[in-house]
């Protein structure tokens, strides 16, 4: 296993006594310092993975690798050094935030000092100091969010793994939460690894995504390059006439034919980038006199990705 990689996945299945084929022989890596997204339905198989990995679901076949270190026969050590933010936040009601944290720290066995030590560090590392005797009812959903976060980072884990970590968040909640995230990448340098059927939020977040559909990734790169592997940019002309045949001569004089699509009163033509090739390529389309009501950039979006790959729209993705 390189050094560069903190999880190899190789050939990883899991087959529910039920029968249920969950995950079909996946393989990936996440790199150190890596938000690493697994982006897909309720029902796809990410959630599978993510309690395999987290040592909380027996694997029926394949291998997982954590720093170096084999789940099966490493659990100890990887249970040590791995952070785990469950869907539904685990969080016990009959205490407060500090107790929370307090019990926590104690479970990775710090003692004494070294206890209220790590609850002060979570509190301030998480923003919740005004919170801190409050009971857990009491709390926001986007706060319980960072409680659980802070009572998964307590011991300084190597490995965070999120699993649908802004799901029941409300937009303003969800972007302070990629933030955090953001910052603890930023200045702890822990690798994350994450499921969501969130498009934007794999987009804006993670630095590789993996789409799973049916218990297998059909598709893994980077956000940008797998909106490329789409298609072109496209720019879009409103016109308030129709196109002439002397005009759409013209039209394939200046472009490939490829590259034109006539839909009712609108042009398309595909262009690598969008926003550089607008004014030039608006400027060819009034040399040739087409009569231009407005324009808008069109550029492949993650949810055109996941058509493509698995021919069907993720749902409740908004």
Known sequence: MSIENVIEVKN?????RSGTHAVKGINFVVKKGEIFGMLGPNGAGKTTVLQMMGTLLK??????????????????????????ALQEAGLDNLVTTSELIRFHATLFGFTGTE????????????????????MIPELSGGTQRRLDLAASLVHNPDLLILDE??????????SDLWNLLR??????????????????EADVLCDRIAIIDSGEIVAIDTPDN???????????????EKINDSQKKSLFSEFLDGDI???????????????????????????ID????????????????YLKYTGKRLEGES
């Open 12 to 16: 990883l299945e899991k087959i529910y």
């Open 59 to 84: 694997i029926t076949k394949g291998d997982i690798n954590i720093l170096n270190h084999n789940i099966h026969t490493d659990q100890k050590f990887i249970r040590e050094k791995i952070g785990f």
């Open 115 to 134: 206890v209220e030590k790590k609850v002060q560090e979570s509190l301030t590392l998480l923003d919740l100091h005004e919170y801190a005797d409050q």
């Open 165 to 174: 970590p802004t799901t029941g968040l409300d937009p303003s909640h969800r």
């Open 183 to 200: 910052t603890l990448r930023k200045e702890r340098g822990i690798t994350m690894i994450m499921s969501t059927h969130y498009m934007e």
């Open 226 to 240: 797998l909106k490329k592997s789409v298609g072109k940019d496209k720019i879009e002309f409103s016109l308030s």
């Open 261 to 287: 699509e006539y839909q009712s009163n609108k042009l398309l033509i595909s262009v690598d980038d969008g926003e550089t090739s607008l004014l030039p390529t608006l400027k060819k389309i009034m040399n």
């Open 290 to 305: 087409l009569k231009v009501q407005g324009t808008k950039v069109r550029v492949p979006t993650l949810d055109d990705v």
